[in-house]
C-alpha cells in the first residue's frame, strides 16, 4: 500500500474507483464504431479448439447460468442488448456477433485497472481486488464467446445455404 487511509475511506474509494472503472470502460468502448467490430480481429476470432462455443458449455454449462447476467444496457441506458435475438437475418446475426465483441473487449479491458487498487489498499485486498475483476468479468466473456460461437456457426452455415442456392 502506497498510500495510508483509515479502512472506512478504502472501501468508499474501492467502491467509486470501480463504478468509475466500469461506467468509463463501458463509455469509450460504446463510443467505437460498429464497422470496428464487425471485421475479423485476431484476437476476437473463434478458435477451433473452441467448437462453435461447445467448448465453454462443456466446461461450464453456460447454457443453465448464462441469463442470470445483468446486461450492460440496463446501466447505460445506450447499447445493444444481448439478451436476445433482435432477428434471425444474416445481418441481424452479424451485429449481434458485433456487439459480443464489443462486450468480451468491454470485460478485458475492465479487468485492466485492478493492479491500481495496490495503491490505497492492503496487499491482501489489493489481490482481492484482482480476483473481483477477474471473477466479475470472466463469466461475462466466456458467454460473449459461447454466444458469437454459436453464431458463427448459423453464419456460417447461411453462407453455404445461400451459395448452394445460386
Request: with cysteine.
Amino acid at each position: 500500500m502506497i498510500v495510508s487511509l483509515p479502512d472506512h475511506w478504502i472501501i468508499v474509494i474501492d467502491v467509486i474507483a470501480w463504478t468509475f472503472f466500469h461506467l468509463f470502460i463501458s463509455a469509450i468502448c460504446l463510443k467505437l464504431p460498429l464497422t470496428w467490430f464487425l471485421k475479423d480481429h485476431f484476437w476476437f476470432r473463434m478458435f477451433p479448439f473452441e467448437q462453435s462455443g461447445a467448448l465453454w458449455q462443456r466446461l461450464f454449462r453456460v447454457k443453465s447460468w448464462k441469463g442470470l447476467i445483468l446486461d450492460g444496457t440496463i446501466f447505460l441506458k445506450k447499447g445493444y442488448s444481448k439478451k436476445g435475438l433482435h432477428g434471425t437475418k444474416s445481418r441481424d446475426l452479424k451485429v449481434f456477433a458485433a456487439e459480443t465483441k464489443r462486450a468480451e473487449l468491454t470485460h478485458w479491458l475492465s479487468i485492466l485497472p485492478a493492479p491500481l487498487f495496490f495503491i490505497w489498499n492492503p496487499v491482501s485486498v489489493g489481490w482481492g481486488m484482482v480476483l473481483y475483476a477477474i471473477v466479475f468479468n470472466v463469466p461475462i466473456i466466456v458467454v460473449q464467446r459461447y454466444n458469437r460461437g454459436r453464431i458463427s456457426a448459423i453464419t456460417s452455415g447461411l453462407g453455404k445455404k445461400s451459395s448452394r442456392q445460386q
